[in-house]
């Protein structure tokens, strides 16, 4: 299995992903996260800033965590959305709404342009194909 088969966001180094994003979830975004990811699961109603903000605690989750699995995961709910025709939108306020209600803090060890790096091979890869 390659290197990217098997680390979901390669480049990126496994010891790295705690670095990739600006956020982390505190204790109690941790447990509203379980929470959207339930309903998620349980083909429960969500609004659209519940997606919007399951997509973005999903991926603080797995990364903070080193978890390649739960970082497939991330990607399957935000295809899966996709599919639903639920997509991205109003992403600044759901964020500022988690920051707000101090459901995610600054990420002492983020480091800017590292994600970068890893959109920046899918979108070579997907050209040599």
């Given at each position: 299995m390659s290197s990217d088969q098997k680390n979901p966001?390669?480049?990126?180094?496994?010891?790295?992903?705690?670095?990739?994003?600006?956020?982390?979830?505190?204790?109690?975004?941790?447990?509203?996260?379980?929470t959207l990811k339930r309903n998620y699961l349980l083909g429960k109603n969500m609004s659209l800033d519940e997606c919007n903000k399951l997509r973005l605690m999903y991926v603080y989750y797995a990364t903070a965590n080193r978890n390649p699995q739960e970082v497939r995961r991330w990607q399957d709910v935000c295809i899966t959305l996709d599919d639903k025709e639920i997509f991205e939108k109003d992403m600044y306020s759901s964020k500022e709404d988690l920051k707000n209600k101090?459901?995610?803090?600054?990420?002492p060890h983020y480091q800017s342009g590292l994600y970068r790096k890893h959109i920046q091979f899918v979108k070579e890869t997907m050209n040599s194909k």
């Open positions: 966001l390669y480049p990126i180094e496994l010891d790295d992903y705690p670095k990739l994003f600006d956020y982390v979830l505190t204790k109690q975004g941790l447990i509203y996260f379980h101090l459901l995610v803090v600054k990420n």
